[in-house]
Antibody
Framework: EVQLVESGGGLVQPGGSLRLSCAASGFTFSSYSMMWVRQAPGKGLEWVSY????????YYADSVKGRFTISRDNAKNSLYLQMNSLRAEDTATYYCTKCLPMVRALDSWGQGTLVTVSS | EIVLTQSPGTLSLSPGERATLSCRAS???????LAWYQQKPGQAPRLLIYGASTRATGIPDRFSGSGSGTDFILTISRLEAEDFAVYYC??????????FGPGTRVDIK
């Protein structure tokens, strides 16, 4: 059974940093592309970042480019999102998601971790 | 950037009725790289359909997807109690961003 478990969320002041982690299990982690997707309270879904299984291709939404960094450690079956220069508008639940093979549709989602940016 | 528009914003129906949800793209979505997700309150989204018309594993056959180019439809043939939720479309064409639509809420009439 595929499991994605996020951690690292919390309350941070504007301008601060957080690192989200996602522990993956139940599948061959290195073979799958992954994404981070976020959802502000009461709002819709927003794609944040994408990384291929090998880590050689990475994309970011314009709203986070230059501030967020996605990475993965295939030996540890873990996905990360380093978030710097955080803003109030980054407040959201962040979901770790797994892509289908050869397709960027998201077939598995974690339970999400809440990031609140506030003074 | 491909912008997705979903309509209606809210659909009020009774159990057993047919639901038809629309997702329109601002430009053609290549190779039907279009997915549909269902989200219930307090839960993570769940993949229903990918490739515009392929049901994901374990999804009941009352859910079906159709369309190509810029116009896509999610149909729920006979609504069951557990289908009342918010539905999002997403395009995942070759170039980012991989945008989501704003969602359609299906609630009980």
């Amino acid at each position: 059974e595929v499991q994605l478990v996020e951690s690292g969320g919390g309350l941070v002041q504007p301008g601060g940093s957080l690192r989200l982690s996602c522990a993956a299990s139940g599948f061959t982690f290195s073979s799958y592309s992954m994404m981070w997707v976020r959802q502000a309270p009461g709002k819709g879904l927003e794609w944040v970042s994408y990384i291929t299984g090998s880590g050689d291709t990475i994309y970011y939404a314009d709203s986070v480019k230059g501030r967020f960094t996605i990475s993965r450690d295939n030996a540890k079956n873990s996905l990360y999102l380093q978030m710097n220069s955080l803003r109030a508008e980054d407040t959201a639940t962040y979901y770790c998601t797994k892509c289908l093979p050869m397709v960027r549709a998201l077939d598995s989602w974690g339970q999400g971790t809440l990031v609140t940016v506030s003074s | 950037e491909i912008v997705l528009t979903q309509s209606p914003g809210t659909l009020s129906l009774s159990p057993g009725e047919r639901a038809t949800l629309s997702c329109r793209a601002s430009q053609s979505v290549s190779s039907s790289y279009l997915a549909w997700y269902q989200q219930k309150p307090g839960q993570a989204p769940r993949l229903l359909i990918y490739g515009a018309s392929t049901r994901a594993t374990g999804i009941p056959d009352r859910f079906s997807g159709s369309g190509s180019g810029t116009d896509f439809i999610l149909t729920i043939s006979r609504l069951e109690a557990e289908d009342f939720a918010v539905y999002y479309c997403q395009q995942y064409s070759s170039s980012p961003p991989f945008t989501f639509g704003p969602g359609t809420r299906v609630d009980i009439k």
